[in-house]
């Protein structure tokens, strides 16, 4: 009975440990994220994107946060977009969170009507938190900008 008792609480204590570090993360500079993604990804067929874009495609206040960095596909029909925001807190990515969202929605929307291509995209958009990172992405290939990102960190 004792025996049952002992690998009961190593479990348990094996699958804490493994919740309470999936919800950590790294304390890296942007420069490293991106110089990642810049290996291990097409991202640089993406423009760079500045403080000011940050504002006007998802409403976000660059001050707000630590630091982010913002990749926009170049034609005017591109719905391809990666964002990673380092936040100061984790409770500061709700807001990070409701304006990606936002922007997911009011993409469909645009393109609902014309660019079954681009809502297949937008449907199959990735955004993750881990740590106070957020990170979002809509790519043919999302899942390759995401295992960048949460190796980088």
Not at 50 to 62: I, K
Not at 67 to 76: M, R
Not at 124 to 152: H, R, W
Request: net charge negative; charged share 30%.
């Amino acid at each position: 009975m004792m025996t049952k008792k002992i690998v009961f609480v190593v479990v348990l204590v094996g699958f804490l440990a493994m919740v309470y570090a999936d919800g950590n993360a790294k304390d890296l500079p942007m420069e490293d994220i991106e110089n990642q993604l810049k290996e291990k990804t097409n991202i640089e067929k993406m423009a760079k994107c500045d403080n000011r874009n940050l504002m006007q495609f998802f409403g976000l206040d660059y001050e707000q946060y630590e630091s982010h960095i913002f990749y926009k596909g170049k034609e005017a029909l591109s719905v391809e977009e990666v964002l990673v925001v380092k936040a100061h807190s984790k409770d500061d990515l709700t807001s990070v969170k409701d304006a990606v969202d936002a922007r997911i929605a009011s993409q469909i929307k645009t393109f609902e009507g014309y660019g079954p291509e681009q809502v297949a995209m937008l449907k199959n958009a990735i955004v993750t938190t881990k740590g106070n990172y957020l990170f979002y992405c809509v790519s043919k290939t999302p899942e390759k900008y995401e295992e960048v990102f949460k190796d980088a960190i």
